[in-house]
């Protein structure tokens, strides 16, 4: 266990409610109710949309009904149309805002275009953030032929957002092919086995050829090898609605039902889905979610109507009221930092077109201003002037709520508008906030409560609670922590990226008499409207002297102390003890600096730093972090998560740490997050950086912010390459037809490539920083440094294993991983427990402890009682000393679980497969069915003289004429200089004899000298018999015994459908 760090406290402010759950929909009755869909503002208006949502919601909730075997359907759905849009009529929105919505309407992300994606990077079982469709996937009938009926490819998505599975099909970085433990063969990784289909690799957009198998891949298919689905399947088929949901047949989930083998859960396959989710069924993880545990939602037997209901309403612009407590227990330094951090609000971050009133309360309540609508800076003066002038007199908590619910009403509807409370939690007056309480809930509006000190008030806390508000406490004497709750409640949530407030910078310095401060902000060239620089200070009323300096050495001065020291866009209020430097234009990119000098006095002087997207045509680089609880309980970890990203794209190679602060005892912890593909990190390389907090130390609240930094051309290097940053609809590449060959999807050749996509690194851009509020927490049970460990090492997810050399056994078998941690991720485990099984893989999920284990004697490296610290990379070399003699083929699984030294053991880990080859296994030559195949010809590795032909199911092995050799690109015999391989002696000489020499002597060659391929072609005058040209070559095939070569099918039939012969 490690000792708490003690640093410097920045930031305090404390979120909980509905911040740690992203979405308020819940299953009733078998109705999923509170479901709200956002349309984003950058999406022209167009009632075609709502249309078009009410259609596909319409036909997913009967798909949803039949999937879930009529446990679930759609209710009630909210349509959030955007403030913008101005042709319709809709009703106003309450609390629903777009970035809390659970599907989202959005312009299409640059990577997946039209597809449907979900935004997902929680654990197995975790809800996933939200749904991305777009305009055209909407409107657009064309899309059905790449991903299926829209009904159906939602609740594909849904399943990941509602349920937290993964996609049982290949996605990116997981292998589309693997060697069956049942059927000793290769297969397409897919759910379920029994669905039938061919292997294929795309040449364009009408011709697929069939896949060669490549010796450097375990003789698996070779890259760009894709699996395309059969139109004839067993006629019990219908799953999985994660694999394959475009299908006609698939309708359902795979479950662990061994009465309907048909359907029942891969668990071989080397998906997405089985490696997080510890190979259980969809069906089974579907069971344990707060929908169906417990026997909640049984199946409905009668009839019900499914048909879900639908509310259009529109964002309405921000209208908040502000409610200061000014009672007599609010005086000195809490009147003080709550004028200074209200004023700083005023000031910079609320934005124009939104709309501020002002309240105070004490022993009554009064309103200060209307509510405002804030359009220039004279507005802003015009609220700054109104803030409160004292305090005394004793707290009436309702009767400021009602005054403010007042100065909302005045201005019209007061349905959707927030009232911030900021007091001290005293409540000694009628009105009581329980005397309000009905009234609130009755006018629909959202009260927010910012509280001095530890104490909270009850009855305010649960009216917060009740009205999905936010709850915030802060220190008394730390006023940036009251500026930063600020801030968080004063952000747009519209889904406007251009209108959002990002916060590059915030510092606090502690200063002494004549003292001197210095500090740099980075400005990047996606942001720089409406700069800011806030500088506050806590004890006396004379400012201290600041000076600003841009990159180009350009000077802005507090005060007209020096020549060529801008004064312009300074604002400096002693009375509020604030000075504000707004940076005209758009401000320059490269590092700010600043420097703070004080008189006579000591200060504590906060900096804030706050700016917009410079630009609606460029995408700003974009932070969003969330944690996984608001209540965290002894044993459990949080989740914390931040999310970087530019354009949709995932920004690697970020430096990323979580500041999490305990506001009762005032200790900080900093936790560096990681983008690494190991737990709680689902996806490396995806543009989430994640990590575990276990460091509890006394009951209390936490509160999570995120800095994030880019260090533009001096960052680390970073693997080159991406991987999604959402889990997308499966697309339809085509079909295999009853005569076994692939129909294509016209739109396949832009879909089917092995090429990893470039990364967008941090070297690429230029150096950033970001910091965002991720979120609070309560903790309510204390732990001591004398309690037991509670907790565990992390679950491993990114076990793999391959063999050293494919083609000698006894150089041992290699697998990496990422080190566990003592808690989770964090410090260093005790020790590691390896085993193995052959042929069975899923025996290492149920029953690990009876497997094969990992002993001394196996290891050719690796120390199984040393392990290395968290977030290590693992490597151990072993040897397999029980291999069975009798077999060609083994498939070897693996997995491990760790053991810190309290005893606590960690989940068992993924569970990794390999091939071992005891003998090179032969070509084959039939197809997942056993069906004899065609191919066109194929490298024979590392031959330059041979090369394979697939003829009816028979391996023939050909011979390129004396002067040519064998180009496995051109699939033809070549002159040697086209194939480098075979000038460098990179390739062996095969001199073996040719086999299938033909005969006959029509030509092989075009008019132009060059090889030809072509069909099968009769021999004239001979059925039994029939040609070939193979690159040049003239082949003669000889028919089965009892058949006869038919032209017109091209292959070998009953001499009944062959009347000629």
Request: glycine share 6%; hydrophobic share 35%; proline share 6%.
């Amino acid at each position: 266990m490690n000792m708490i760090s003690y640093l410097l406290i920045t930031f305090l402010s404390i979120f909980t409610c509905a911040q740690a759950l992203s979405s308020s929909v819940k299953l009733v009755d078998n109705k999923y109710e509170g479901l709200v869909i956002g349309i984003n503002p950058k999406l022209p208006e167009d009632p075609d949309i709502i249309e078009g949502i009410r259609q596909i919601m319409s036909d997913a909730s009967k798909v949803l009904w039949k999937a879930t075997n009529n446990r679930a359907s759609f209710g009630e759905i909210t349509i959030l149309v955007p403030k913008t849009w101005t042709a319709g009529s809709y009703y106003a929105a309450l609390n629903e805002t777009y970035d809390d919505a659970d599907i989202l309407v959005a312009p299409a992300n640059p990577k997946y275009g039209d597809s449907p994606y979900t935004m997902q990077y929680g654990e197995c079982g975790v809800p996933a953030e939200h749904i991305h469709i777009t305009r055209d996937f909407i409107l657009n009938d064309d899309v059905v032929a790449n991903y299926g009926p829209k009904g159906k490819t939602m609740i594909h998505e849904w399943a990941h957002l509602r349920w937290g599975v993964y996609d049982e099909s290949v996605t990116e970085g997981y292998d589309p092919f693997y060697f069956s433990p049942t059927t000793l063969d290769p297969q397409a990784t897919r759910c379920p086995a029994s669905l039938r289909g061919i292997n294929v690799v795309v040449v364009n957009e009408t011709f697929a050829r069939d896949c060669q198998y490549d010796e450097d891949k375990d003789w698996l298919p070779e890259e760009d090898c894709i699996f395309v689905v059969d139109v004839n399947q067993p006629p019990s088929l219908n799953a999985s609605l994660m694999a394959y949901q475009f299908m006609d047949d698939v309708v359902a989930f795979c479950h662990d039902d061994e009465s309907d083998p048909d359907n029942q859960h891969n668990t071989e396959a080397p998906n997405e889905h089985n490696r997080l989710c510890n190979q259980r069924s969809v069906w089974d993880v579907m069971l344990s979610s707060v929908d169906f545990k417990n026997n909640a939602n049984l199946p409905v037997s009668e009839s019900v109507d499914i048909t879900p209901t639908f509310r259009v309403i529109q964002a309405q612009k921000i209208r908040f009221v502000l409610a200061l407590d000014t009672s007599g227990s609010m005086g000195g330094l809490r009147y003080e930092n709550m004028i200074t951090a209200a004023s700083t609000i005023i000031q910079t971050c609320m934005s124009y077109g939104s709309a501020l009133g002002i309240v105070e309360f004490s022993s009554t309540a009064q309103q200060l201003s209307e509510l405002k609508i804030i359009n220039s800076q004279d507005d802003r003066e015009y609220l700054l002037e109104r803030l409160p002038m004292g305090t005394a007199g004793s707290t009436c908590i309702g009767c400021g709520i009602l005054t403010a619910l007042n100065v909302l009403e005045n201005f019209g509807n007061a349905a959707g508008g927030h009232v911030i409370i900021l007091t001290d939690s005293e409540e000694n007056e009628a009105t009581t906030t329980d005397d309000v309480f009905s009234t609130v809930l009755d006018k629909k509006v959202v009260v927010d409560s910012l509280f001095f000190g530890d104490f909270v008030n009850k009855e305010l806390e649960d009216l917060t609670k009740a009205t999905n508000g936010i709850i915030s406490t802060s220190p008394v004497d730390n006023l940036e922590s009251l500026i930063q709750s600020f801030i968080a409640l004063a952000q747009s949530k519209d889904g406007d990226v251009y209108d959002k407030l990002f916060q590059v910078y915030s510092n606090t310095h502690y200063m002494g008499s004549s003292d001197f401060a210095a500090g740099l902000a980075t400005i990047d060239s996606t942001i720089g409207k409406d700069t800011s620089f806030t500088f506050t200070w806590s004890q006396y009323a004379v400012p201290p002297l600041v000076t600003i300096t841009d990159p180009t050495g350009s000077k802005y001065c507090s005060a007209n102390t020096s020549l060529g020291c801008s004064h312009v866009g300074v604002t400096t209020k002693p009375d509020i003890k604030t000075i504000v430097f707004e940076i005209p234009d758009t401000a320059k990119a490269g590092n700010w600096y600043y420097e703070i000098r004080t008189d006579s006095h000591t200060e504590i002087v906060n900096v804030l730093v706050t700016t917009k997207a410079a630009d609606e045509n460029i995408p700003p680089i974009f932070v969003e972090s969330s944690i996984s609880a608001s209540d965290a309980i002894p044993g459990t970890p949080v989740v914390v998560n931040a999310k970087v990203t530019i354009d949709y794209e995932p920004v690697l190679g970020a430096v990323v740490q979580a500041q999490v602060t305990s506001v009762n005892n005032m200790q900080v912890y900093i936790l560096d997050l990681f983008d690494d593909g190991a737990a709680p990190d689902v996806r490396k390389n995806d543009g989430v950086y994640s990590r575990y907090f276990t460091k509890y130390s006394i009951s209390g609240q936490y509160s999570v912010q995120i800095n994030v930094k880019g260090m533009g051309k001096d960052s680390a290097p970073v693997e080159d390459f991406r991987s999604s940053l959402g889990s997308p609809a499966t697309f339809d590449y085509g079909y295999a037809n009853f005569d076994g060959d692939a129909v294509l999807n016209p739109a396949s050749p832009d879909h089917v490539t092995s090429t990893k996509p470039k990364a967008t690194t941090t070297a690429d851009i230029d150096a950033f920083a970001r910091i965002d509020t991720a979120g609070t927490f309560f903790f309510s049970k204390p732990i001591n440094e004398t309690d037991a460990d509670l907790y565990p090492p992390s679950r491993v997810i990114d076990l793999k294993v391959k063999q050293i050399d494919p083609l000698d056994v006894t150089q041992g078998v290699q697998l990496t991983f990422t080190s566990p941690g003592d808690d989770y991720d964090s410090g260093t485990a005790d020790f590691y427990e390896i085993r193995y099984t052959y042929d069975q893989p899923s025996a290492l999920s149920s029953s690990f402890s009876n497997e094969i284990p990992i002993t001394s004697a196996n290891l050719v490296s690796g120390d199984l009682l040393t392990p290395s610290v968290a977030k290590s990379a693992e490597t151990f070399v072993v040897d397999l000393n029980d291999i069975p003699s009798d077999r060609d083929l083994l498939i070897v699984a693996f997995a491990l679980r760790a053991t810190d030294n309290a005893g606590n053991v960690a989940e068992v880990s993924n569970i990794a497969m390999m091939n071992l080859f005891l003998k090179p296994p032969e070509v084959s030559c039939t197809d997942d069915q056993g069906r004899p195949v065609n191919t066109e010809p194929f490298e024979k590795k590392k031959q330059c003289k041979t090369f394979y032909q697939c003829s009816n199911g028979q391996l023939f092995t050909k011979h390129c004429a004396s002067e040519s050799v064998f180009n496995p690109i051109r699939g033809v015999c070549d002159q040697p200089e086209n194939v480098p391989a075979c000038t460098t002696g990179a390739y062996v000489e095969d001199n073996a004899e040719p086999t299938n020499i033909p005969q006959s002597k029509p030509t092989c060659v075009s008019d132009d000298g060059l090889p030809l391929t072509t069909q099968f072609f009769p021999k004239e005058g001979d059925c039994l018999h029939y040609y070939q040209c193979v690159a040049g070559v003239l082949m003669e095939y000889t028919c089965p015994t009892g058949l006869l070569f038919n032209e017109v099918i091209q292959i070998c039939d009953w001499p009944e459908n062959v009347p000629d012969c």
